[in-house]
């Protein structure tokens, strides 16, 4: 199987692509292919410019650097997204990857007769997020059915993709940098299960739970 394991946090030293290499890693290592894209690094332009505009209004083509990322994309099984959570959301870089990248006629369409046509039918999107809450926090404020609405339904499978898993650390600079190792290490290896086609230690969703996170 192949992944494309996109990252998105300005630090390279982060815990966000730390995470991301573990995963990649891991991947690697149980036989996959794996292709990644540090959106920071890479300078990708997250703005929604009048190229942008014009192309959703139908008046346009897309700019070569979507372009660029949907063939990407298209080479993968298995889209990773690692990146921090802002705001009980997303970081805007990442985001912005999403609203010019994620366009009608690539990643869904419009048919007058038939309405909604999704697209990315074919992919897996497998989310791996950086928190600096507590599990228990985000039961108690409904931050885990918000994502859920918001990014896994908004996003994934609005555009027909499914969601292969959802993995949160939570807990911010909380606990041993060893222990914090150790629980990276057991998501990376779930994660690379799921893209594989494995059974994992765990069924549905793995949420790792008391885990620190510089982010």
Request: charged share 25%.
């Amino acid at each position: 199987m192949t992944a494309l394991v996109v990252v998105s946090h300005s630090d390279p030293d982060s815990l966000t692509h730390h995470v991301a290499t573990t995963v990649s890693d891991a991947i690697r290592a149980a036989g996959g292919t794996v292709e990644t894209a540090d959106l920071a690094a890479e300078n990708f332009d997250p703005r929604f410019s009048t190229a942008d505009l014009d192309l959703f209004r139908g008046n346009g083509t897309p700019p070569a650097d979507v372009i660029a990322e949907q063939e990407r994309i298209d080479r993968a099984d298995h889209l990773v997204l690692a990146f921090p959570m802002y705001w009980w959301s997303m970081p805007a870089l990442l985001k912005g990857w999403i609203d010019r990248v994620f366009v009608s006629g690539w990643a869904f369409d419009y048919d007058p007769g038939v309405g909604l046509v999704k697209k990315l039918n074919r992919l897996t999107v497998h989310l791996v997020v950086v928190a600096a809450e507590g599990s228990e926090s985000f039961a108690r404020h409904g931050v885990d059915e918000a994502f859920r609405t918001q990014i896994e339904r908004g996003i994934v499978e609005y555009c027909g993709a499914s969601v292969g898993s959802t993995t949160f650390v939570h807990g911010s600079d909380t606990r041993d940098r060893d222990d914090l190792r150790a629980e990276i290490t057991e998501v990376g290896a779930a994660v690379a299960a799921r893209v594989l086609g494995r059974n994992p230690r765990t069924d549905g969703a793995l949420s790792v739970s008391n885990s620190p996170a510089t982010v």
